[in-house]
């Protein structure tokens, strides 16, 4: 039996691992690629980078998802996919601009005259 290499992708197009695809037994010359896998080798990753599925091919792009993130609006933490005022970050591509990796300073006690 025929098998070919393939790259598998997470939900979030993240390179998880290489793998094999068999062909299939009643119909030669095609594959049992599984969902979210690809034929095509993503590129080698440079520390704080990794690769991603973009629109079907695979791209080099900023790693946060293991960082310690910050919403700078209010200085919580974050939590990667958490809902902020509508918007989501995933850990991959440039942080936006309502994230930061900086721990904000906490806010100093007033006190009462």
Not at 50 to 78: C, F, K, N, P
């Amino acid at each position: 039996m025929k098998s070919i290499n393939v790259y598998q992708a997470d939900p979030n197009g993240f390179f998880m691992y290489a793998s094999k695809a068999n062909e299939l037994a009643l119909d030669p010359g095609n594959f049992n690629v599984p969902f979210g896998a690809v034929p095509a080798a993503p590129p080698e990753a440079i520390p704080g980078q990794v690769a991603r599925l973009v629109d079907g091919q695979w791209a080099l792009v900023e790693d946060h998802r293991t960082d310690t993130l910050y919403v700078i609006a209010s200085g919580a933490r974050y939590t990667l996919g958490e809902a902020v005022e509508g918007q989501r970050y995933d850990g991959g591509g440039p942080l936006p601009e309502w994230l930061t990796d900086i721990q904000p300073e906490p806010a100093e006690a007033v006190e009462a005259e």
